[in-house]
């Protein structure tokens, strides 16, 4: 990777606490983004991997300039690029399909266009209030949503990097638990109210209002869907049997003649490999399955006589069952290696049943990490939903076109990680780090 040049030491930082967080996490997102990226070729930089993706460069300048707006401009600071520059890295101007084709910075520009935002914004952090009443700047909101916007898209990155076949990306990975076997189980969720969304100082308008809604008792399977679990279904003849799949769901699968989850291998008769990124191993059976669109959960979740969690009942999981809050399912504590596998650096997920420090209050396990969750639930406003600080961050996607995802992948960054947060994509999406659990109603 040429002009990436190195992460600048955090120096320290005047004013109180949210300013020594916004900082710290601002440089954990840029060292990940740079360290991903080390190493590729310019031709890899550049090239589109798939019509689903941005180039790589585009999207490091796009954080870039996206930095430039929210904490330079909208802060008084100085533009280091003319407004007309914006255009280009508009992700609502240009599909991802097409980006290739617009007249974007070579990576070398990117690269030091990245570090000189950076540059600016660590000193424009000296002059900004601690305290001030402005709602961008409120808890250091701003800085909050520009180091997860950046993480967010270090998620991306990855998963453009899984789809890309013309260079052997193998990164260094932190070596994953491996557990014991651990058996699928139900845990029941009894009924009542709880409250969803956060007030905190970080969550995204999507989150917000924290509100009241009641919940019937129900059964959550206490892990996710593993490979193993989803590879009876595929050869129980699953993507042949239209009885089991929503008919949008179904004509995709024709239309695409899908047989199984995106990257697995089949080798033979009960012969399965996968690829993940540049390798090529035997399917781990007891990790949790992924790739796999909305469509091939729902189907998968019919097929067993059961159904997928409408977000409501995944969140109530995820708080416990008795009422008190908590912003992860172990509690308030920031999470760790120890509590979920979370942050980029495996590449893969764990195991199910590898963290029992992050199960829930009522026992479930695995609810952060490892792999998105799709849910029944469309994804939309709650009730008293403001749009904050702008339309596009979430109201425009509001609708039945888009279900929503809980709980984070591998590849997510824990600031970016909470009971509250909400996902949302297509239900044809495959190339997300997307798996599931089911539900059943408990009467």
């Known amino acids: 990777m040429s002009g990436g040049g190195s992460v600048a030491r955090a120096r320290h930082v005047t004013g109180g606490p949210w300013k020594a967080r916004a900082l710290r996490e601002l440089e954990t997102a840029r060292a990940r983004t740079l360290g991903m990226l080390a190493g590729l070729p310019e031709p890899e930089l550049v090239r589109q991997h798939s019509p689903l993706m941005s180039p790589l460069v585009w999207d490091v300048a796009h954080v870039a300039n996206y930095e430039e707006q929210w904490l330079l401009r909208s802060l008084g600071g100085k533009a280091l690029t003319d407004p007309s520059f914006d255009a280009i890295y508009d992700a609502f101007q240009h599909p991802r399909r097409t980006r290739s084709q617009l007249p974007l910075l070579a990576p070398a520009e990117a690269f030091a266009y990245a570090a000189r ?57 932190r070596e994953r638990p491996r557990p014991g076997a651990v058996p699928q189980h139900e845990v029941l969720i ?23 809604v009641d919940v019937a008792p129900f059964f959550l399977d206490a892990h996710p869907v593993t490979n193993g679990d989803y590879l009876v279904f595929v050869e129980a003849g699953g993507y042949e049997d239209p009885r089991w799949w929503h008919p949008k769901g179904w004509a995709y699968v024709q239309a695409e003649r899908l047989a199984h ?32 669109s909305w469509y091939e959960a729902d189907a998968y979740a019919r097929w067993a006589g059961k159904r997928l969690p409408t977000e409501a ?119 997300i780090f997307a798996g599931f659990r089911c539900a059943r109603d408990a009467n």
Request: no cysteine; net charge negative.
């Open 117 to 173: 935002v950076r540059e600016a914004v660590r000193e424009h952090l000296d002059t900004v209030p601690e305290d001030s009443p402005e709602p961008l700047l409120r808890d250091g909101f701003v800085f909050g949503m520009v180091a997860q916007h950046e993480q967010q898209h270090a998620e991306t990155l990855a998963a453009t990097l899984q789809l890309m076949t013309t260079f052997e990306y193998r990164p260094a990975a």
């Open 190 to 212: 009894s009924g009542g109210p709880v409250s969803l969304g956060s007030d905190g100082a970080w969550a995204y308008d999507n989150e917000r209002p924290v509100h009241t």
């Open 261 to 292: 989850p995106l990257f697995w291998l089949p080798q033979g008769q009960h012969v399965w490999l996968r690829r993940r990124f540049g390798w090529v191993e035997a399917l781990p059976k007891d990790e949790p399955v992924q790739h796999v």
């Open 313 to 431: 009942e995944w969140e109530k999981a995820a708080v416990g069952s008795d009422g008190t809050p908590r912003e992860h399912p172990w509690g308030h504590t920031a999470p760790t290696a120890a509590h979920a596998n979370l942050g980029g650096d495996t590449w893969g997920p764990a195991p199910v049943g590898a963290f029992p420090e992050g199960r829930s209050a009522d026992g479930v396990w695995g609810l952060l990490g490892d792999v998105w969750e799709w849910t029944a639930s469309d994804f939309g406003g709650y009730a008293g939903f403001r749009a904050f600080p702008y339309r596009e961050y979430s109201e425009v996607f509001f609708g039945s076109d888009y279900k929503v995802l809980r709980g984070g992948a591998w590849a997510s960054a824990p600031v970016a990680v909470r009971n509250s947060f909400r996902n949302w994509d297509y239900p044809i999406r495959r190339q």
